[in-house]
């Protein structure tokens, strides 16, 4: 079993009982949202900035993510590419925009975490959730994985 297998079958097992699938599937991505938004928005290093005015935790964040993707499958890190640059652009409209991004954000990721809990009500508690928080980047490429399964698309 390769590392990509490993890690989604670790995932499907810990998500074989949710209480609301349809609820935690819209979740996965507002806590994935919300937590990058976060990221992007503290404070970096003078270096950071001479680098690149892009370059900041939450982007730092997504280009690990995506490599860490490449490194346990080419298929989910090309599927997930879309998600990641939707995500940064979303974060550069928001950083642009009159909206509070911080709050923004903020407000994502706890609205995400609640679409968790009632997404698994009575299925684990808030050690699931926890759990969730901390396999945050592997739930879009477990949503993404049902999907390819769906479509006979290998990864």
Known sequence: MNEADSWLLR??????DLANPVVYWASVPLVVVGTVGILWYLPVPAEFYEISPLLN???AF??????????ISVSIAIGML??????A????????????????SVGLLVSGS????????GAGGIKAILQDLQLMMI???????VLYRRFGIPF
Not at 63 to 71: D, K
Not at 97 to 104: D, E, I, K, N, Q
Not at 114 to 121: E, I, K, M, S
Not at 139 to 145: E, M, Q, V, Y
Request: hydrophobic share 50%.
């Open 82 to 87: 879309p998600f990641m640059l939707g995500l």
């Open 114 to 121: 609640v679409g968790l809990a009632l997404g698994r009500r």
């Open 62 to 71: 997504l280009m690990a993510a995506t490599i860490y993707y490449f490194i």
């Open 139 to 145: 739930g879009p490429a477990w949503l993404l994985s």
């Open 57 to 59: 935790w939450g982007s």
């Open 89 to 104: 652009s979303l974060q550069i409209w928001l950083t642009e925009s009159g909206f509070p991004a911080l709050g923004v």
């Open 11 to 16: 995932y499907e097992q810990n998500h074989a």
